[in-house]
Each structure stands twice: as structure tokens, then as C-alpha cells.
């Protein structure tokens, strides 16, 4: 099983270009996150989807935007990277509603903004 | 807002030892999850064990426990006989139950590593 599926797994941006990263999960689930990973923080939460046609903003969303395509994808943009961005990217999804389950993660993608 | 706090940035324990990862929590909410994620250098987030805050009995699975003390609000992690493969990060995470969002709230993260 696939399970939750990132690309790219790496990228390298100048300041003010634009990207997408792309997230896709096989499980079913109904609920999808975008997070970040920076050093000594943890993974902070930048926006997610409850449920298809929904997305939210989580804890960090300014600089990006968000589009739930469809009930297997979610992909985060970047419209102008700035090097604060620079951060591993974290897809997860999850069942969602009364039942609520752990998150299952993506493998990563590790950004840079130069 | 529910925060997460792990003490410790790094541990080390021999291999075959016992070592206990400590992870605190604040929240007003009296229904919610707490989970201990490991992050090996792989960079996967793989889910070790989970309490539901209802549940008064610790969580076990098989050489990793919780010490679960939900008056202290507090949520440590035991690994049992180390293994060098248990080398990775360890965020200590909470969901509150119900609701549309079921997002995470991870702590830093504790870097332990099992030395030979």
C-alpha cells in the first residue's frame, strides 16, 4: 500500500519563485494536512482539509496557499518562496469526523529557498 | 490552545537499557488523544503508541509503555531494551476528540540514541 505519497522529495528554489508541492493518499480518508518541520520546533501546522471541497488555515499559513483537488489530493504552493520557507513539508491524512485516528504521514519534502 | 512541551532535546541510553522520554502537555479539554511518533533518520513519521485520555490503564505495545498521569497532564514514554533501530527523534503529539479538525499538536522532539 502506497499509503500517503509526496513529490517531489527535494527542491531547490531562488527567493521569489513559485512551486507546488503535490500530496496524494489511497486510504480513503477524508481529512488531509500540510505541515512544516523546522529545527527544534517540531511540525507546525500550515493548513488543512477536513473534508473534500473544505481547507482551513492551521498555525503558520501565511505564504502559502492550499487546494484539496480532489478527496485523494492535496497540494500546497508557494506563490513567492522567501528563504523562511526553507523546511521539510509534511502531507497527512486521516479518516477524520467522530472517529478520529492517528495521522498518516507522507515522507517528506525537504525544501530550500536560496 | 493545547501545547506540547518535551523537556529533554537529547538523550542516549546503551543498548539493552531502559530509557524514559518525558512529554508535557496544556489543554482545557477534557477528552482528547496524546501519541509518541518516532522520526528515524529516514525522515518517516511512524506512529509508536497512543492513549486515549479516558482510558486510567497505560498504553503498551510491546517493549514501549506509557506513564500516562492525566491530572499532572504529563505523558512519558518507556522503551525497553534498547535497540540500536530505535535511534531516531520522539514527538510527543495531542488531538482533542470531535470535531471537523483533527490536527496534531507536536512537542520539539527528543533525539534519543542507543549506543552500542
Known amino acids: 500500500n502506497a499509503g500517503v505519497t509526496q513529490t517531489p522529495k527535494f527542491q531547490v528554489l531562488k527567493t521569489g519563485q513559485s512551486m507546488t508541492l503535490q500530496c496524494a493518499q489511497d486510504?480513503?480518508?477524508?481529512?488531509m494536512y500540510w505541515y512544516r518541520q523546522d529545527p527544534g520546533m517540531g511540525l507546525r501546522l500550515i493548513y488543512y482539509s477536513a473534508s473534500e471541497g473544505t481547507t482551513d488555515k492551521g498555525e503558520v499559513p501565511n505564504g502559502y496557499n492550499v487546494s484539496r483537488l480532489n478527496k485523494r489530493e492535496f497540494s500546497l504552493r508557494l506563490e513567492s518562496a522567501a528563504p523562511s520557507q526553507t523546511s521539510v513539508y509534511f502531507c497527512?491524512?486521516?479518516?477524520?469526523?467522530?472517529?478520529?485516528?492517528?495521522?498518516?504521514f507522507g515522507d517528506g519534502t525537504r525544501l530550500s529557498i536560496l | 490552545a493545547q501545547t506540547v512541551t518535551q523537556s529533554q532535546p537529547e538523550m542516549s541510553v546503551q543498548e539493552a537499557e531502559t530509557v524514559t522520554l518525558s512529554c508535557t502537555y496544556d489543554t482545557s479539554e477534557s477528552n482528547y488523544y496524546l501519541f509518541w511518533y518516532k522520526q528515524p533518520p529516514s525522515r518517516q513519521m511512524i506512529l509508536v503508541i497512543r492513549q486515549e485520555a479516558y482510558k486510567q490503564q497505560n498504553a503498551t505495545e510491546n517493549r514501549f509503555s506509557v506513564n500516562f498521569q492525566k491530572a499532572a497532564k504529563s505523558f512519558s514514554l518507556k522503551i525497553s531494551d534498547s535497540q540500536l533501530g530505535d535511534t531516531a527523534m520522539y514527538f510527543c503529539a495531542f488531538m482533542k476528540l470531535g470535531g471537523n479538525n483533527n490536527d496534531m499538536r507536536f512537542g520539539a522532539g527528543t533525539r534519543l540514541t542507543v549506543k552500542p
Open positions: 486510504m480513503n480518508h477524508n481529512s
Open positions: 497527512a491524512s486521516t479518516k477524520g469526523g467522530a472517529d478520529n485516528q492517528p495521522q498518516h
